[in-house]
């Protein structure tokens, strides 16, 4: 079936350098995107999203691009932090349907 | 930003007895809500949509009767994992959302499960 996915399972970033990581999706009627982070033994936390009438949108240290003609979509973490390490989820959402569904996340791994 | 609350974060329990796993919307009202579930080092996998006072609709794959999700009011949502067995342990994680089809899913911090 169709799904959302991730291009690499493991991201290994030096402390103050920027992060990007990849999303594909397959379905080309989802037109809404969100990122979640989570840490361990917690539940997913938002922390930003997209709808497909753009391609760029940016929040406090992190921007998602979302590319459609591609079916691809990035988060990019400015500056990365130690406390950004977590697993990183993009979710996909379809008008008129509520489900959101996750892809199968990437863990970002800050080394000092 | 909205809460969601789930009881219990973590239960432990003998394979054979029921658990039930409560959601609640702390400062808004839900009028659908989600349950996933979490294996470890996997992606969250729905499986269940419940919207207040009618019939939860399940995921392919997920027994309806193995996992009763009650939802009877516009706070609470309750999922009963019934004759727990060990492949059941996994992290539940619930999500709510409010009236709009258009308004964010907020996330519960999740209840580990571990049956024995």
């Known amino acids: 079936g169709e799904s959302v996915g991730l291009h690499l399972p493991t991201l290994s970033v030096q402390e103050g350098d920027n992060s990007i990581i990849n999303c594909a999706y397959s379905?080309?009627?989802?037109?809404?995107f969100i990122w979640y982070k989570q840490e361990s033994g917690k539940g997913p936390q938002f922390i930003i999203d997209?709808?497909?009438?753009?391609d760029k949108r940016q929040g406090q240290r992190v921007t998602v691009l979302l590319n459609k003609t591609v079916k691809h979509l990035s988060l990019q973490i400015a500056a990365t932090q130690p406390g950004d390490s977590a697993v990183y989820f993009c979710?996909?959402?379809?008008?008129?349907?509520?489900?959101?569904?996750f892809g199968k996340g990437t863990r970002l791994h800050i080394l000092p | 930003g909205a809460v969601v609350s789930q009881h219990p974060s973590w239960v432990i329990c003998k394979s054979g007895t029921s658990v039930k796993i409560e959601c609640r919307s702390l400062?808004?009202?839900?009028?659908?809500m989600f349950w996933y579930r979490q294996f470890p080092k996997q992606s969250l996998m729905l499986m269940a949509t419940?919207?207040?006072?009618?019939?939860?609709?399940?995921e392919q794959g997920v027994e309806k009767d193995k996992f009763l999700i009650n939802h009877a009011s516009l706070t609470l949502s309750t999922l009963t994992v019934t004759s727990a067995h060990p492949e059941d342990s996994s992290f539940y994680i619930c999500?709510?959302?409010?009236?709009?089809?258009?308004?964010?899913?907020?996330f519960g911090p999740g209840t580990r499960l571990t049956v024995l």
């Open positions: 999500s709510a959302s409010g009236r709009a089809s258009t308004d964010t899913q907020y």
């Open positions: 379905n080309s009627a989802s037109d809404y």
């Open positions: 997209i709808r497909s009438n753009m």
């Open positions: 979710a996909e959402n379809t008008s008129g349907d509520d489900k959101i569904i």
């Open positions: 400062d808004f009202q839900a009028t659908t």
């Open positions: 419940s919207n207040e006072g009618s019939k939860a609709t399940y």
